[in-house]
């Protein structure tokens, strides 16, 4: 199976556009997160297995959950991880629950928008918000390419500060906030966790 990176994430998401557009389906308008974000933005140049798609946006309503994907965009996918020999689940809702337990203070402002032709639109997260979801993955998984990440984004002490008590906010569990110090401290941020 081929990764997605810098090279061929963007070749992917015009493929996954035209196959929408040969199937005359309805215009998808997703919001990614993750890696794929990242790569997109020019963030970082690592590679990725996978889109993670957060949320749908609805004029109306604004961000909305993605689940489950059309069929349509199902079917376009599976196109697309055949023909790129990407993995089949490339394309995938799995952090959705996200838009229900709630996102950074205008997250939806922030957004950034790319059009893939006429079918598909791609929205991005601002790197601001890109901080907290990445230092709330560091407490919820561990250090790894997530702490890799928070590195590459270089944030400023008020930013994570920021991040830090939204990513409080996630959990409610009594051990938590000590978690979160830890990461802080780890990451060498030690001066923050004694502000939280």
Known sequence: MKKLSTDNLEGALSALAAFLGEAEAPHETLVVIGGSALISLGLISRTTKDVDILAGVDAERGLIDPRPMSEALMAAAEKVAREMQLDPHWLNTGPAD????????????????????????????????????????IADQGQGRHSNDLAALQPTDGELLAAARWVLSQDAGESFPQIVRIALTDLGYGHLAVEL
């Not at 939806?108 to 032709?117: A, F, K």
């Open 98 to 137: 996200q838009v229900l337990a709630g996102l950074p203070e205008g997250f939806l402002s922030r957004l950034s928008r790319r059009d893939y032709g006429s079918t598909l639109t791609i929205f991005l997260p601002d790197r601001f918000d890109l901080i907290h979801l990445k230092l709330f993955a």
